[in-house]
């Protein structure tokens, strides 16, 4: 393949290297339909595809967002209700998903498996390019909204994006973000709410949504991203015979006019504070900047490292001097890129309302006093340090590394940029370390904070009340609209209504599901991968080492056992595991601490993690561990550094432990809304498991109570508590109570870190008791009322046998069979599930759920679903051996390994569940049922929502309170 050769309709426009990547980045075009085409090539084994379509939207009502998901039920090609469930249940996938944003939707799909690429690829350009949207209201009706009339007559809105929209809605940081945005560009798509808010969604119409889908799903308005070891040859073959030369090129619709700079002035937005809260001091202030254009990638970077450099912890400059006043309790600096016109989101959070022009000013005076007299550029350098780590480093989580290039893509070819230009870090931050001292990142606060044009300023003010208002001004939109409605009118909502309750109820047929492609049983591996790990002992400290290459980084996890702590000794463990990198220490002081800390790790938490062991409910391992990533070439200096913070930390310091305390109260507050199912199901497992009971203590409801209860009191507490951090710091950090995990392709590594933490710490004792001082609680039945427009209900109990084939096979065929229908479909919640965990678990969960009532009737019903199932297992086999077994990175693969050592889970018994996976039939599904129905009838619940919610499960619960 070469420059201007022709391929199955594609004409090669370009090729570059990308020696970073070890690849070569080729781009086509599909000359009749005018398709865009990026393929990176590189052996890579995990084969990534994605469709992307521009979609600048032109209102608030969340047109692309709905329509993301509805392209995703049923195409021509593939009429099933929902071919992307179909491919969940079915794929051996990577990932399988579809994003919305501000201005562009992106479908993607990875999977190692080639025909199993191949089958989503297909898939996916068929619901883009054919949907069945056109033709089926009802799809419209389901993921976007409709409306419901109930038995009383009373109309109601139902649909999944409401609902998942109505959710997002409840967190402060989304509405100051969306005022942001609305002030900053207000000539530009960039002001409306891409995702689509809950109060104009209902104004969208069916027409307008199907002629949307019309006009901009086209391939000359589409980018195609491909990575990895694809046969490109059949790969463009298939793209072109079979969807691209049925269409002829047309216009694509036009670029995005640059937003001009604007003054948009003071503007005030109110948040749901939740009752239990005083209003007092919980405003926030914030100021917008539009900063660049996509193409100023050094200016991106070096506004990266200046949000570090001002506000990236606590002895950050900008932050100090607002905390050190009493004026705000936490000060943010966060660059929204991945747009054509960036920005820039200064925030100073809790201060008290009065006293917002003198927190404006306060803010204004530090930052002119650090432009006129210059920033710590030893911070400056340790901030680069640290970005130019993550960006060499490429380890984006469970985000398959395909995608995230992929992203970086689109992030410049979109606007009409190199497709290359994110991929390759090259000299960027040589360049930036030169200019350092030079005056340019003081002329970058100056240019772009203190004297930008471009402007805007939102305070936040919070309220009891604002979520009742807003349910009771739409209770009377409602209402108005229900009396506007004549005879006919209201017969007409009535039959739509069960149109879509026919459509969601009616099976696809046999013929419907036989056009899906699937793999066959024996195309899926025999056994997972296996991880590797060696036990040793060195310098008298137990080792796990795990040879895997890492491109010259070293990460180590330290595991510090607490299997003899009480439960308040673990929450008090928990509290000084975050305080690490928060406080003095003996050698350096707070402001030297972070930046060393910057400069030496790549990354490095503390945190208090719970391993149950495999079908013993009563019974986990717990650990403060300490999970770091360093470079080779500073790994003496990292662990140096690492002891210091383990037995050199000063835990008197009250002031600093307080502000502290303070910004982790909030945070985790906030996270109870906008991510309620984890602290629902974490209450749940805590009835249930050791494992739960000892994560809840650590960083569930039971903490954050610990946490308010501690700020509440804190002048009378802290004195004996920082005693009692002291005394557990000396008991934890010894040998006697570590192990260490070591994953490094150098084989030095692990030899060196055990080498330089031996001498550093004492040898201590510790006996692993017999018996866990934290065992799993009585069952409960709680709800708990949170500033929410949506809830969040969990059920769930000891299940003997959670961790054999059949019972995931199982779970997986509930979660996609069951649940996705009732709760989802024809529930509007936005996600649901059955998990089982090998501890001997079993549970259910729903996500921004607008029932939580009828969402715990469906979990009972799941033992009805298990004795009536027939149906063929294949798909749900292959989806349920593909969740066992992940795609991870080197550093993932360490602590799977890790994870699966402390639960006592071998290798063999891996493939003991698979090969039970692969013999799973309906029969030991149905067995299953019985077990099932007890869980339900007997198991702990957990539900988070508002008061309407909460409340309307009141039969279901024993306790409920204000959270």
């Known amino acids: 393949m070469e420059k201007n050769s022709i391929l199955s309709g594609f004409i090669v426009l370009d090729q570059q290297r990308v020696d970073e990547l070890e690849a070569d980045l080729w781009q086509m075009e599909h000359q009749k339909s005018g398709a865009r085409l990026v393929w990176l090539e590189r052996a890579e084994e995990n084969k990534t595809f994605a469709i992307a379509f521009q979609t600048q939207p032109w209102d608030d009502t969340g047109v692309f967002h709905i329509l993301e998901h509805s392209v995703l039920c049923g195409s021509k090609r593939y009429p099933v209700k929902e071919p992307f469930v179909e491919l969940m249940k079915s794929s051996m996938n990577t990932f399988l998903n579809a994003m919305t944003f501000p201005d562009r939707t992106v479908y993607p799909v990875s999977s190692r498996n080639g025909q199993d690429f191949i089958n989503l690829l297909r898939v996916y350009m068929d619901a883009v390019l054919h949907p069945l949207l056109h033709s089926k209201p009802e799809i419209f009706g389901q993921e976007g909204w409709h409306y419901e009339l109930g038995e009383d007559g009373a109309l109601s809105v139902k649909g999944v994006v409401y609902n998942e929209m109505k959710g997002a809605f409840s967190s402060p940081d989304a509405l100051l973000e969306r005022e942001a945005a609305r002030r900053l560009f207000p000539d530009t798509c960039y002001r409306y709410v891409f995702g689509g808010d809950p109060a104009h969604i209902p104004e969208l119409t069916y027409e307008a949504f199907a002629a949307a889908h019309s006009r901009l799903y086209h391939p000359s308005n589409s980018y195609i991203f491909l990575d990895g070891n694809v046969d490109i040859a059949q790969v463009l073959e298939i793209l072109d015979s079979e969807y691209l030369c049925a269409y002829e090129r047309c216009p694509a619709p036009e670029g995005i006019p640059l937003q001009k700079p604007v003054e948009a002035g003071l503007s005030a937005i109110r948040y749901e504070l939740s009752a239990q809260e005083s209003l007092e001091g919980r405003a926030r202030l914030a100021d917008g900047y539009a900063v660049c254009t996509f193409r100023d990638r050094e200016t991106l970077m070096a506004l990266q490292a200046l949000s570090d450099v001002l506000c990236g912890d606590n002895q950050a400059p900008l932050k100090r001097h607002l905390l050190e006043s009493g004026l705000a309790q936490d ?29 404006s000013s306060a803010l204004r005076d530090e930052l002119e006093r650090l432009s006129r007299e210059g920033l710590d550029h030893r911070r400056v350098l340790a901030a680069l340090d640290n970005l130019e780590f993550e960006a060499r480093q490429r380890d984006y989580g469970q985000m398959p590394q395909g995608l995230m290039l992929c992203f970086q893509v689109m992030e410049s070819w979109l606007y009409g940029g190199d497709p290359a230009a994110n991929l390759s870090v090259g000299t960027l931050f040589d360049g930036l370390r030169d200019k350092c001292g030079t005056g340019y990142f003081e002329e970058l606060l100056k240019q772009l904070i203190l004297e930008n044009p471009h402007h805007c300023r939102i305070l936040a003010l ?11 001004q739409e209770t009377a939109r409602l209402s108005a609209v229900r009396s506007s409605w004549g005879t006919e009118e209201a017969a007409g909502v009535h039959r739509f209504q069960e149109a879509i309750a026919a459509w969601q109820n009616m099976p696809d047929t046999p013929e419907q599901l036989a056009s899906i492609p699937r793999l066959r049983l024996d195309q899926i591996p025999a056994e997972p991968e296996k991880l590797p790990i060696e036990e040793e002992t060195a310098d008298s400290i137990a080792l796990l080492r795990h040879r895997l290459p890492t491109n010259g980084i070293t990460y180590c996890n330290l595991y510090f056992a607490l299997d003899d702590l009480s439960p308040e000794e673990l929450a008090k463990a ?29 990354n490095i938490w503390f945190t208090v993690e719970a391993y149950g062991r495999q079908n013993a409910p009563d019974r986990c ?9 360093i470079l080779d070439a500073k790994l003496e ?54 494992e739960g009971a000892a994560q809840e203590q650590a960083s569930g409801i039971t903490f954050l109570r610990w946490l ?45 870190v055990t080498r330089l933490l031996s001498p550093s710490l004492p040898q201590g004792s510790f006996a692993l008791p017999c018996t866990g001082a934290v065992l799993p609680w009585e069952p409960r039945r709680e709800g708990f009322v949170i500033p929410s427009g949506v809830s969040y209900a969990a059920l769930g109990g000891v ?23 009732t709760v989802r479909v024809q529930g509007g919640a936005y996600g649901t599930g059955m998990v089982l965990r090998d501890t001997g678990f079993a549970g259910f969960y729903s996500f921004r759920d607008p029932s939580a009532a009828r969402t715990l009737d469906c979990y009972r019903a799941s033992s009805d679903f298990l004795r009536g199932i027939d149906i063929d297992l294949t798909g749900m086999i292959t989806g349920a051996a593909a969740e066992s077994d992940p795609l991870l990175t080197a550093r993932m693969k360490g602590r799977m390994a890790d994870a699966l050592y402390w639960r006592q889970i071998s290798h063999e018994d891996r493939c003991r569940v698979r090969r039970e996976m692969l013999a799973a039939v309906p029969e030991d599904l149905k067995a299953l049922a019985g077990p099932v129905e007890d869980l339900t009838a007997r198991g702990s619940i957990c539900v988070l929502g508002s008061r309407q919610q909460v409340d309307a499960c009141a039969g279901w619960l024993d306790n409920i309170v204000v959270l």
């Open 574 to 602: 928990s509290f000084m595991a975050q305080l690490f990198g928060c406080l003095d220490t003996a050698k350096y002081s707070l402001a030297d601490l972070s930046r060393e800390m910057r400069s030496l790790f790549g």
């Open 799 to 821: 299940f003997q046998g959670a961790g054999s084939g059949s019972a995931k096979v199982m779970g997986r065929t509930v979660s996609l069979a069951h649940l996705w229908n």
């Open 637 to 690: 200096k990292a662990l140096s550094l690492l002891t210091e913070l383990l037995v050199g930390q000063q835990w008197e310091n009250s002031q600093q432990a307080l502000t502290f305390l303070r910004q982790r109260r909030a945070a985790m507050a906030e996270q109870m809304v906008t991510a309620g199912h984890s602290a629902a199901m974490s209450r749940v497992l805590a009835c249930s498991t050791a």
């Open 331 to 359: 000060v943010r600096l966060e660059l929204h890129d991945g747009v054509q016109q960036p920005w820039l989101l200064l925030e100073a959070r809790d201060i008290a309302e009065d006293k917002s022009e003198e927190v």
């Open 708 to 752: 308010t209860e501690l700020e509440q009191n804190f002048p009378a507490r802290f004195p004996a508590l920082a005693q009692d951090l002291i005394s557990l710091a000396q008991r934890i950090f010894c040998r006697a109570r570590m192990t260490v995990s070591v994953t490094a392709g150098n084989e030095a590594s692990a030899k060196t």
């Open 621 to 629: 391992r717990t650990f403060l561990c300490v999970s770091c990533s």
């Open 462 to 472: 919070p309220s009891h009340t604002i979520g009742q208002e807003r349910q009771a």
